[in-house]
């Protein structure tokens, strides 16, 4: 996946491979911020246990502490960093989702972009849904079969459908 970015702040271009992110590019007008930092939150947590695999950070404190993806950005405004792929975290109301963010910081000023969802499907709260048959549907789209087949009928229906 490749994400370019331009905006009044910087230029670069987001480049994804096997859950690494490589940013390159530069900001404009370095010279204008003291401080110039650019960091994401830490990568998900991978467990044995899948209900705990990937599951957000609850907050953005929690999503930033000890991060090993932090870069000072130097006067030349060259921004040249390798990060693990960020996890998701939840705003302090608790239920927008921020996903997978990569935020500047130039001074007073924090300016996030957002990348794809790495777990769109994992969360600490219910999913919003229009449907009000969000956890019943499932009953109509799914035929009758084996376990097997029923558990990845499931999973194919949940990514489709976004259902519970």
Known sequence: MIKNISDDYITCVFTVVDRNITIKGTLHNPALY????????????????????????????????NTKNYSVIDNSGII???????????????????KSPIMLLLDDNKIIYELEDFCPLKTLRQRVSSNPSFYAVKEILLPVATAEDNMNNYASAKIKYNIA
């Open 34 to 65: 003291k401080n110039k930092i650019i960091k994401a939150p830490n990568p998900p947590d991978m467990r044995t246990s899948y209900s705990g695999t990937a599951l957000p950070f609850p907050s953005e404190e929690i999503a930033f502490e």
């Open 80 to 98: 040249d960093v390798n990060f693990k792929y960020p996890n998701s975290y939840y705003s302090p109301c608790g239920c927008i989702k921020i």
